[in-house]
């Protein structure tokens, strides 16, 4: 019995063994996505991810040649996994903000579409005033860690906030009525008016000049110490944002131009 | 991570206590009433009745919680909300409660697992029992009632209080259907502060607490009720 | 019906192989709990002091706090933790942990911490005239626990160990919140992409009965052959 018990203890140490050797190689870019984010990012049935920011990144790779490696995570734990050099970029439609530039570093922005809140049964509502009382004692569903979530459990005080794992979930019960709106990146609602022509956006388009909790558009996450890297990023994204690749891309997936100049 | 924000983290999970023991203490009552239900029908002499209660208990003892509680809500709560009529009814407001999904998937689950429980104690009651109540007069469900249900539920007991602790820990999966208990409270802080170790060490350190408690008030219950032989 | 045929356009093929996880999952799992049990009973039963407050500690917590606590744990610190550790020895780098060998060491440390408890005290019932018995044979310690004790011990847990494969197996479930692909997460992600309520969780239900019955099967065979030479 002890030398089972021995010999799993050696076999359990040289799978970390490996691990330990296996050095990220410099030929790959590990990218974190969420996969559950059209259009920025989502999975077909095949089970490949697709979406703009899987074009963006594989454009990118191309011009610092590399090879993109697609690595899914759930978004409640894109960060921490990031820290945890699961990867080594974060592309999940991130937006740049003061809180999370505490953790982790950005690249410039690369688009921005802007916060808003999608419902079936709302009625549009012109400005945030008006926003908060039309929520008011209504059920919001958030997705956990977005700026969303984090503005709406500031801010609505009236209101019964639902947080979700993935926007997928949302979207399943908002079109069902189980909640009456919901809030996220406008890319989002435009996404899923496609299913359903009744999902309506319901609020003026908020951006950092609403609340700086909305952030400076949305960029690539890098972990912090990471300068090369950083700096390559950054130039490859000036660059296709000068030659209009940037643009192209962007109007490809979300009907207009949504880059950031 | 600062102390201040250990502080304020710890009463924001506190606050969610409430919460978690609402769960487990509607579902494990309904669940325990539903529980003498199954097992009085799979002790019944209709095949049919006995087969409904046996598949009951074989199903919710055979699949993990956490599918069961995704059936509830998004199966089954989502195909309710997909007809007009159920959203215009009055019972909507109950209906899109996700509250109500959690204590149903933890009630059906533990009303199989405590079935089980029962069955088993009545089981190990000895036969003689029922024949010298029934010398005594007593009808079949009487001598059930008065004789061998109270020696069951006291031979139960202990393995009841671990049925109570998995309650407990399995209220932790109503956080995954949106409801803010204290692991659904501690995702939310997590998210906002990246902080990992500091907020596992504050809720698992308050379960730990209720499941000192619950096992404290089982062992006093069990003291009182032993069975005395000489 | 479409939606569980094999390769694009159906399910069937990611359900399979996701079932093949779930498995691979709750054995090597299962196997971890048992070896580490086994090393936490012989602590608790013959160790100092400190070691049996310590492991007894363990226990007590991996089985009173809820499952997905230590799920999380793992998952979003324990790289950082086995990191720190490597560090200590001079190892300046990250290391990374496969999301399966994670799940592993979640479901493996809650699998221990009841397998502990059952080694216990099976251990504590071979009657201690058995070890007499070894020592009058002139046997080594270490040998009578092997050949004599541990033996007897085991044909005495398996009815509970049974028990504990089944709670292994069903709370593989919840590895589903750390992404890996197993039956929970792909029917999660099948549900979400496809919008069919029922389909999905119903097969996964099906397959998790279709495991515990096999296990049943199979747990009542062991049963019966380790129980044919126990005469009581």
Known sequence: MKKIGFLTIIIITILVVIQFNKKSSDEILRVGVEGAYIPWGGIDPSGNVVGFEVELANKICEKINRKCKFIKQDWDGIIPALLNN???VIMAGMTITEERKKKIDFTRGYADTGVAVGSLSLEKSNSIEELLKKLEGKKLGVQTGTISAKWADETLKNTIIRSYGTQEELNIDLLNGRIDAGMNDTSVWTALQKENEDIKIVSPILTSKDDPLFGEGIGIGVKKGRTELLSELNRVLNEMSADGSLSNLATKW???????R | MELELFINSTIEILKAVPTTLSLVTLSLSIGFIMAIFLVAMSLSKLMLVRFFA????????GTPLLIQIYLMYF??????????????????????EPYWYAVSALMFNTAGYTAEILRGAILSIPKGQFESSYSLGLSYYQSMIKIILPQAIRQALPAYSNEVILMVKGSSLASIITIMEITGTMNKIRSETYAVYELIFIAGSIYLL???????????LENKYKIVSN | MELLYWGNNGWGDEIFFASLVTIALAVCSYALGLILGLYIAMGKLYSNKIVKISLDGYTTVVRGIPELLVIYLLFFGGENIITQIASVFGYDGFINLPPFLIGVLAIGFISASYSAEVFRGSIKSVHKGQMEAGLSLCLSKDKIFDKITLPQAIRIAIPSLGNIWQLTLKDTALISVTGLAEIMRISRVATNSEREPFMFFIVAACIFLFLTSVSTKIQKIIEKKYNRSMVR
Request: hydrophobic fraction near 40%.
């Open chain 2, 210 to 220: 209720i499941n000192f408690v619950i096992t404290r008030i089982f062992n006093y």
């Open chain 1, 86 to 88: 699961k990867y080594d």
């Open chain 2, 54 to 61: 046996n598949s009951y208990i074989y199903y919710f003892r």
């Open chain 1, 254 to 260: 979300f009907g207009y131009d949504a880059s950031l």
């Open chain 2, 75 to 96: 199966g089954f709560g989502y195909w309710l909300s997909m007809h007009e009529n159920v959203k215009q009814s009055i019972f909507w407001d109950i209906i899109s």
